[in-house]
């Protein structure tokens, strides 16, 4: 749906794997990969990042997640340029404050790091209110299985390593 039936999207660059000041990465990335900078693949999502329902973008990031940890500053570009990191060696959190989307329904993303290898733990999205939560909720249940679905003040996405939380 989101870049998985859209074969215009290669979505390499979303998986590059971070640099960690101070650790020496020996996985199977290829450096010399570039094949998604000779096409206009981050354009591309980054059109659907901002033109889409809240509801496709949700189960856009799911889909994204999914396929692989994504690299927390490639996913950051797609919400807006507006970016910090605070960190320590305990927690290390990246915000996007200028969120670029034509719904203007989110507000600011959070993605709270694991400080060793800045994979992303929780996204946070903090939204306007009167998002329709349980259609949202009905919608990601029929996609995929598996995903565990909190609607208790928060509305939380748990899947495998990372969470989805929207405020």
Avoid: C, H
Avoid at 30 to 37: H, I, L, Q, V
């Amino acid at each position: 749906m989101f870049i998985n039936n859209d074969e215009s999207i290669n979505a390499k660059f979303l998986y590059r794997k971070p640099v960690v000041i101070g650790v020496l990465d020996d996985s199977d990335n290829d450096p010399n990969d570039m094949s998604w900078m000779v096409d206009n693949s981050w354009e591309l999502l980054k059109v659907k990042f901002s033109e889409s329902s809240f509801q496709e973008l949700v189960i856009g990031l799911v889909e994204i997640f999914r396929r692989g940890q994504p690299n927390y500053s490639s996913l950051g570009e797609m919400f807006g340029n507006d970016t910090k990191v605070e960190g320590d060696v305990e927690k290390v959190v990246y915000n996007i404050t200028n969120i670029e989307r034509n719904l203007n329904d989110i507000i600011r993303v959070e993605m709270y790091l694991d400080p060793m290898n800045r994979n992303i733990k929780d996204l946070i999205l903090y939204v306007q209110e009167g998002l329709d939560m349980l259609t949202l909720k009905e919608m990601l249940n029929e996609k995929y299985e598996g995903l565990s679905i909190d609607l208790n003040g928060k509305f939380i996405i748990t899947d495998r390593d990372y969470r989805i939380i929207i405020i």
